[in-house]
């Protein structure tokens, strides 16, 4: 499995940015996928995650109802659509493929990580 990141950049306070995660192995589509971020001087925190057939997802309380984790399985991509971010929000996101089919919150499940791009949400 390799993981590609994508789609970051400098966003204002309130804007949106979209996120695209590529296995251009295209040997992830049977596995749970996340998105993980990591601050400046913070652990590495979960974000999202979708299972193998987009069937189930799951959110981080801070993220709810801003941000919607999908994936296409055709093209063998993974989203995160983000609405609404804050200046908390400023992080390298990383997507990483499970070890299993469903959506998971410890970043322990998850065997295979991509290189993070950067979002920077200024005030």
């Known amino acids: 499995v390799q993981l590609q990141a994508s789609g970051g950049g400098l966003v204002q306070a309130g804007g949106s940015l979209s996120l695209s995660c590529t296995d251009s192995?295209?040997?992830?589509?049977?596995?749970?996928v996340g998105w993980f971020r990591q601050a400046p001087g913070k652990e590495r925190e979960f974000v999202a995650a979708?299972?193998?057939?987009?069937?189930?997802?799951r959110y981080a309380d801070s993220v709810k109802a801003r941000f919607t984790i999908s994936r296409d399985r055709l093209r063998n991509i993974v989203y995160l659509q983000m609405t609404n971010l804050q200046p908390e929000d400023t992080a390298v996101y990383y997507c990483?493929?499970?070890?299993?089919?469903?959506?998971?919150?410890?970043?322990?499940?998850?065997?295979?990580w991509g290189q993070g791009t950067l979002v920077t949400v200024s005030s």
């Open positions: 990483a493929a499970g070890r299993r089919s469903w959506a998971q919150s410890l970043s322990s499940e998850y065997a295979y």
């Open positions: 192995k295209r040997t992830s589509s049977n596995n749970g």
């Open positions: 979708i299972s193998w057939n987009g069937g189930a997802t």
